[in-house]
């Protein structure tokens, strides 16, 4: 029986969080470069892979892996909570290690094994002035002036929360592609909408900026338990159930923790054809 040729072309891993999908390049196996255009064609889900986010895993200076993610449309993100969780957890599998620290735009962030499938990561501290998050102009962050009361927080990427009557009622593609593009936010917005279940329980759906409706959202999950706390809705530890599943939120005095099961689904390699037609 003749052997198949090795593999050729850039190898890519398939990874999600609750559903919040992603595409993971580790520039450690490979020399290629990640741009635009490239996270554009592989977002197609008829004509490339597909992804909510791209994420390119490089070797950390100060820390054990550095992290740069892409939105669909090709525009940088500065945070993206699931994927780490994803990569943290392939990472700590490969290595043995129970516990990483992982460099993104959003700063340091240490990622720990929690046991029973679950990865939690320690976003760090929400930001909460206007120019932090950012906001076009000094406003009550926890009373944005935009209809329907929504609060603003900065995890690392800027997130605009509604507290609802019925999350499930809300048109989430109309109400969240009008909301990313509010002139409050000079750089765009996350949108959230969610209603209280319990004191330690919220149910919320997620569009992102920059890919749209999606299952879950790692910095969004953050975000919306920081301001469900603020609110005096919840308390400072709650579940958040998104469309995926559920994910735990903590923020404690050291950041806000996020924990949640994470899958690997698939490992594959761009064809040299497929990538050469890029333009």
């Not at 520039?27 to 554009?40: I, K, M, S, W």
Request: glycine content about 12%.
């Amino acid at each position: 029986m003749s052997q198949m040729p090795p593999p050729s072309g850039l190898p890519f891993v398939k990874m999600h969080g609750l559903g919040n999908d992603f595409v993971v390049i580790d520039a450690r196996a490979t020399d290629a470069a990640v741009t635009p255009a490239l996270a554009r064609a592989l977002a197609d889900r008829h004509r490339g892979v597909g992804f909510d986010q791209l994420a390119l895993v490089e070797t950390g200076d100060d820390s054990d892996l550095r992290l740069t993610f892409w939105n669909a449309d090709g525009s940088l993100s500065s945070a993206c909570g699931n994927a780490t969780r994803c990569i943290a957890a392939r990472e700590m599998a490969r290595t043995g290690k129970s516990t990483l620290t992982l460099r993104t735009e959003r700063g340091l962030l240490q990622a720990r094994d929690a046991g029973g499938g679950l990865t939690s990561v320690n976003m760090g501290q929400p930001v909460l002035d206007w120019q932090g998050v950012p906001l076009a102009r000094d406003v009550d962050l926890l009373h944005l002036p935009i209809p329907g009361d929504p609060v603003a927080t900065g995890m690392g990427n800027p997130h605009c929360s509604f507290f609802v009557a019925d999350a499930e009622a809300v048109d989430l593609a109309a109400r969240g592609a009008e909301m990313e593009h509010h002139p409050l936010f000079p750089e765009r917005t996350n949108v959230q909408f969610a209603h209280v279940i319990g004191p330690d329980h919220l149910r919320m759906r997620v569009w992102e900026r920059g890919t749209g409706i999606t299952l879950a959202s790692g910095s969004s999950s953050c975000a919306v338990g920081v301001a469900a706390a603020r609110r005096g809705l919840t308390g400072r530890k709650v579940r958040i159930t998104l469309d995926g599943g559920d994910i735990l939120i903590d923020w404690r005095d050291d950041g806000v923790w996020m924990t949640g099961p994470t899958a690997l689904v698939f490992e594959g390699y761009l064809s040299p054809d497929w990538l050469a037609a890029i333009p």
